[in-house]
């Protein structure tokens, strides 16, 4: 597959999986991000401060949060299919029951730390209130998803705030985004190397035009001996350098959780949202984990299509003649090509998070190694997965 500039680095010039030369199988969209699906935008706010020990609450901050906005900033309120996946329950992603009751989101999707889920609920809801207050005269439940980031940062310490969810919200575009260390990644581990936010997307053709399916992972998850690429198991070879490790006394790094979301302007049901999600494990499965008890790992998919079609808002007078919704959706038995797309594309977005990263210290001096780019290319060669 030819290289574009764009799918090897990101907007800071970080490189990107498809830099180390990984095969990877199918074709991405023009930035291989989640924005490659039309309308939606992602935001981050990232939270870097303080160094040294912990003090009592107050120590360094290594967070923040992820924002991905199905329609954008005007299309908030819009509903659109979905659905929710939990592969390991050992974690949190409010607004769950009405995703289940009535297969639809209507609000901006954010990814932040464990114990920040809180202010970000409630940033969701004060941005819906100032900017769209008839979206919030009604009942808002936002989607706030979360993985756990205290072995880098001061979890207890209360640095997210209602204000960084909010500017997440506001910050969020379409284009190249940036990955690794950024938004609610910011303090995350991955396969106990640095870990955070990675993106990726497919191109799905189906008769006589093209889909793109997009995903977003917050990478947390994954204990050093099983991490594999590109079906190489580099667990061994990789061994060394594991601090992770020795800060859990030989226990399991594979604890942290991943949230996946996919977004697809392929006309969707809510039960096929739901299906694209289920996928989303295999793709981690590519990399090597098997998962930790201790990892929630919880994933959501939607559709931008049929815009609306699912709304569940207080109605306005009696039902007419036009009072019926409507919606295309692809027929089940055509379904394995946006299958494929997922688990190819939840695949890459791990390894982006890994690959475009740097080493980082946080709280109690606390240091996740970053992936070694070149010990990861020799082994590769060594097996013949990468030209040599």
């Known amino acids: 597959m030819d290289q574009v500039p764009t799918h090897t680095t990101t907007p800071a010039g970080k490189a990107r999986a498809r830099a180390l030369a990984i095969p990877l199988q199918g074709t991405p969209g023009p930035a291989n991000a989640i924005t490659d699906v039309a309308g939606v935008l992602v935001g981050y706010s990232t939270i870097i401060k303080g160094e040294g020990e912990l003090n009592l609450g107050h120590g360094p901050a290594r967070t923040g949060v992820t924002a991905i906005l199905p329609f954008g900033h005007d299309g908030i309120g819009t509903a659109c299919a979905a659905g929710y996946h939990s592969f ?3 974690g949190e992603m409010t607004g769950a029951s009405w995703i289940e009751e009535a297969g639809s989101i209507s609000l901006p999707i954010l990814i932040t730390n464990t114990h920040a889920v809180g202010p970000c609920h409630r940033g969701v809801i004060d941005w819906v209130a100032r900017h769209k207050p008839d979206v919030a005269n009604q009942w808002l439940l936002p989607v706030v998803a979360e993985t756990w980031d205290g072995y880098l940062n001061d979890i207890n310490g209360s640095h997210v705030t209602g204000d960084h969810a909010i500017a ?18 910011t303090g995350m581990n991955c396969y106990a190397f640095k870990g955070g936010s990675g993106t990726a997307s497919r191109i799905v053709d189906y008769g006589h035009r093209s889909y793109t399916v997009g995903v977003l992972l917050q990478a947390n998850f994954g204990s050093r001996r099983e991490l594999t690429i590109a079906g190489v198991p580099l667990g061994h070879a990789l061994a060394d350098d594991n601090p992770m490790e020795s800060y859990f006394s030989g226990g399991s790094t594979g604890a942290g959780s991943c949230i996946g979301i996919v977004a697809t302007d392929a006309p969707l049901l809510p039960g096929q949202c739901k299906a694209l999600a289920r996928r989303m494990p295999l793709g981690l499965a590519r990399t090597g984990t098997t998962g930790s008890h201790f990892s929630g790992d919880i994933f959501l998919a939607f559709s931008t299509a049929n815009s609306d079609a699912l709304n569940g808002r207080f109605p306005k007078g009696p039902p007419g003649d036009e009072s019926y919704s409507h919606m295309d959706f692809i027929p089940w038995g ?13 695949e890459e977005a791990v390894l982006n998070a890994l690959v475009a990263n740097d080493d980082m210290t946080g709280r109690d001096g606390n240091r996740s190694p970053a992936l070694p780019h070149a010990k990861v290319l020799a082994a590769l060669k060594a097996r013949g997965a990468v030209a040599g």
């Open 334 to 346: 055509r379904m394995d090509d946006f299958y494929a797309a997922v688990v190819q594309a939840t």
């Open 88 to 90: 390991n329950g050992n």
């Open 168 to 185: 997440a919200i506001d910050n969020a575009a379409s284009g190249r985004i940036e990955e690794g260390s950024v938004g609610g990644g």
